[in-house]
């Protein structure tokens, strides 16, 4: 079955290592300086005149507490008064962003972010989606992918009601964890009851879907917690289920020095976590997507990967890769044809550009063609776990197994290993190193150099 998975231990230990996670490639890592308003403003006008349809990703930073595990871009404050300025640029942004495209390009997909996007007022959340549908071509919920991030601890039935109202259709509920103890160490006190109210509301009100977002290696997590968590959170039966590694790099993430590194689970424990997680998962239904998600089989995502549509962007797997996706807000990314841009993340200087009436881009990649390439296998690897070769072939006019001929011993060993099934016109990843898979991406990867540890997190 495409979703099966095989737990091998050892190999596990010899190809787990630290990598990107693959929502973009090349990855933000690469990111440079010479990327500007300009640019984006280029590439605007190119998907105007090619009549793309858009995904828009809006980031809202605000939280009214600090999740000590948290490397999200975020201002922390009780100050709700510091909305109205961010919101006021923000629709500056949107309004610069929407002059350049066309009335015809239909936004099938939209995310609200964060940050906690519902630490908005309900008249604020109103008027930012009014000014949205103002400025671009939003399609009707029935049928486009309205989704937002929601903190049970800062929204209630009402709140579930307003969104509802507004468009959104799908939600995404950061639980975490379940344990009051682990809740304690990492600054965040969320019960069962918040979490399940929200779904309740959710169900009752026809949202489309309900994602919950859970977090392994958290200090004081045993697998045994761990395991009545994933329990728990599986009977209340979300549609998809995202299962975070939490990457411990406090010398980069600030909020993370207030965790005690000796509280920390071992190595073995996460190891055991996730295993112990892969099968109450399966074993309750849900499909394997890769990445650290699963889906129930009726789920959009579940259907889109058993036919071979399924996708991969800065938003994590989609069934909208299709779409030109523009990023608005602090921070925020943007994928427009073969451009990456990426918004100031310090929002005193978002907020000051906007006032200059200037996009606030300030870096940013563009693809060069064997960025393409590299882009196309590792999304297909990523996403369908198999490769055929003539479809690169037929596409960039190369011969693949010449052009990858440096990582081709590499892909033998791994074949050798039973990762992969590796042939003369294709390269299937075997059950054993689905969970793996970044491993076998990384090959691919024209950027990684030795100093990969240091930047990103390891695979599992």
Excluded at 202 to 223: C, K, M
Excluded at 280 to 299: E, K, N, S, V
Excluded at 401 to 421: H, I, N
Excluded at 444 to 453: G, R
Aim: with cysteine.
């Amino acid at each position: 079955m495409l979703n099966s998975i095989r737990w091998d231990a050892d190999l596990i230990r010899r190809y787990d290592q630290a990598g990107p996670r693959y929502t973009s490639y090349p990855t933000a890592v690469q990111f440079n300086g010479g990327i500007g308003s300009f640019e984006l403003l280029h590439a605007l006008r190119s998907s105007r005149h090619a009549s793309r349809p858009l995904s828009l990703y809006v980031h809202l930073p605000f939280c009214a507490n600090t999740c000590y595990y948290c490397r999200c871009n975020k201002v922390i404050t009780k100050d709700h008064g510091r909305v109205l300025p961010y919101l006021e640029r923000l629709e500056k942004e949107i309004e610069l962003v929407a002059r350049h495209l066309g009335p015809d390009q239909v936004v099938e997909q939209l995310h609200f972010g964060g940050g906690t996007p519902t630490f908005l007022s309900h008249d604020e959340l109103r008027r930012l989606m009014a000014h949205l549908r103002k400025h671009f071509n939003l399609q009707d919920d029935d049928h486009g992918d309205f989704s937002i991030e929601i903190d049970p601890r800062e929204a209630d039935w009402s709140t579930m009601g307003l969104l509802r109202e507004l468009g959104f259709n799908r939600i995404s509920v950061g639980v975490q964890d379940l344990d009051p103890e682990v809740q304690r160490a990492v600054n965040r006190m969320q019960t069962l009851e918040q979490t399940s109210t929200l779904i309740e509301a959710a169900r009752t009100l026809q949202f489309h879907s309900v994602n919950i977002d859970l977090i392994y290696g958290l200090p004081l997590q045993t697998p045994e917690r761990f395991a009545k968590t994933v329990a728990t959170v599986i009977a209340l039966q979300p549609d998809r289920l995202s299962l975070f590694n939490y990457a411990h790099l406090p010398e980069r993430f600030m909020p993370q020095r207030r965790i005690n590194a000796a509280d920390l689970p071992s190595h073995a424990d996460k190891l055991a976590m996730l295993q112990r997680s892969i099968e109450q998962l399966t074993d309750a239904g849900y499909r394997y997507i890769g990445m650290d998600h699963f889906a129930l089989p009726d789920d959009d995502l579940a259907m889109a990967q058993e036919d071979g549509t399924l996708q991969r962007n800065f938003q994590g797997y989609t069934t909208h890769g299709h779409c030109d996706l523009i990023g608005l807000g602090v921070s925020a990314i943007s994928q427009v044809g073969d451009l990456y841009s990426q918004n100031s993340s310090d929002i005193t200087v978002y907020q000051h550009t906007l006032d200059q009436d200037q996009l606030p881009t300030t870096r940013g990649l563009r693809c060069s063609e064997d960025d393409r390439i590299r882009r196309m296998v590792i999304q297909k690897l990523i996403c369908d776990y198999e490769l055929s070769f003539a479809s690169i072939e037929q596409t960039f006019s190369i011969d693949f197994k010449s052009y990858f001929r440096a990582v081709w011993p590499q892909l033998e060993q791994m074949a050798a290993d039973g990762l992969v099934e590796l042939s003369e016109h294709h390269l299937i990843v075997q059950p054993a190193g689905r969970l793996l898979v970044r491993a076998i991406c990384m090959l691919f990867d024209h950027y990684l150099t030795d100093t990969a540890d240091q930047r990103y997190s390891r695979i599992i």
